[in-house]
């Protein structure tokens, strides 16, 4: 059953994802710690560690390691995008503390997407609530604002995947989003991705 989120929870965040001690604005740091508290402690797990490696449920499956690989990696690609792109072009006005909150939080949804219980619902009557009822970074969405996280990273976690295509991403979504995928091919082109989950949209050759 869901619960409310404690101190001790949220120490445990913070030890998952040591990459929130970057953010220097302290509010942002609480923020991003409350959501995945508020996402675990509405979820059938007990850490960040427990969630599968994978990109959607049964899909993109790293063949080592849990859900905080994931988001630290896209999280360290996407600062580093970031940095990169504004020593080239000093001009460009990167959102750093945005673009850390933003990986950190932008798969925040997954313990609701990828919970054993909701998934064994949603199975048993895909027409009921849907399959899944609701995506995770819609319900992302919902977990930043609750947490009181600002829009822009909120954006990051509904706009980080497909839906992103429907509206127009701001610049700290779009570094999110291409360290997001540039983290899944890349793992997938060093052999890290079990072959029998790999996606479809990944067998085939990229036309750029």
């Not at 995008?81 to 006005?93: D, L, T």
């Not at 925040?108 to 609701?134: H, Q, T, Y």
């Not at 497909?162 to 997001?180: F, K, P, Q, Y």
């Amino acid at each position: 059953m869901p619960s409310e989120p404690d101190d001790a929870l949220r120490a445990q965040i913070a030890e998952e994802l040591p990459e929130i001690a970057e953010i220097t604005d302290a509010g942002l740091r609480r923020g991003v710690i409350e959501a995945w508290a508020l996402a675990l402690a509405r979820s059938s797990y007990a850490a960040i560690r427990d969630i599968p490696p994978s990109g959607n449920p049964g899909s993109m499956t790293l063949k080592a390691g849990d859900q905080t690989h994931h988001i630290r990696g896209v999280t360290r690609l996407a600062m580093r995008m970031g940095h990169e792109m504004q020593a080239c072009h000093p001009e460009m006005a990167v959102k750093h503390d945005i673009v850390i909150a933003g990986g950190l939080c932008h798969d925040v949804g997954k313990p609701w997407e990828f919970d054993p219980e909701n998934r064994r619902r949603w199975e048993a009557d895909p027409r009921g609530a849907g399959l899944p009822s609701i995506r995770h970074p819609a319900y992302g969405v919902h977990l930043c604002l609750l947490a009181g996280l600002p829009e822009e990273v909120a954006h990051i976690a509904g706009a980080h995947s497909g839906e992103g295509e429907l509206l127009v991403r701001s610049l700290e979504a779009t570094i999110v989003h291409l360290a997001d995928i540039g983290y899944w091919t890349l793992a997938l082109a060093g052999g890290l991705i079990k072959p029998e989950t790999v996606s479809s949209k990944y067998r085939r050759p990229l036309v750029m």
